[in-house]
């Protein structure tokens, strides 16, 4: 007797149905129908973090990750976003696409023994030096 098909269930949430509905065409008949599966679903990471993985290769798809309060709702918006036909969220952790920080270069003589700081010149980093003993 073979056993019988279980339906994984997550706390807190309603019964799902089986998920298929019967279509009647003229032409072929009865057409079992089940509705198409979501492409990305949020996933809980452990220690409170949420990702969102994709369901066609079943790796985890882009740099969002909520932590903390509200960390599902978080994941499951974006996940809907995301199936709703969305950009997947990129990070750029090299900051490639935002321009140098502009430096500017002090000018004059200074004292290296009355700094309390390093100061770029125009001839290069002065680091402050320790007073001399007598």
Request: contains cysteine; glycine residues 8%.
């Amino acid at each position: 007797m073979p056993a019988p098909d279980l339906t994984p269930q997550t706390p807190g949430e309603p019964i799902a149905s089986t998920g298929t509905t019967t279509l009647t065409t003229p032409l072929a008949g009865a057409i079992a129908v089940s509705p198409a599966a979501p492409a990305f679903n949020a996933k809980h990471n452990g220690g409170g973090r949420w990702k969102i993985w994709s369901t066609t290769n079943d790796d985890w798809f882009s740099d969002f990750i909520a932590a903390g309060d509200g960390a599902k709702a978080q994941a499951e918006t974006e996940a809907e976003r995301l199936n709703a036909g969305g950009e997947p969220l990129v990070l750029d952790p090299q900051r490639t696409s935002e321009p140098a920080p502009k430096v500017q270069a002090s000018t004059g003589n200074h004292d290296a023994t009355t700094l309390k700081q390093a100061v770029l010149t125009n001839d290069g980093w002065l680091c402050p030096e320790p007073k001399a003993k007598d």
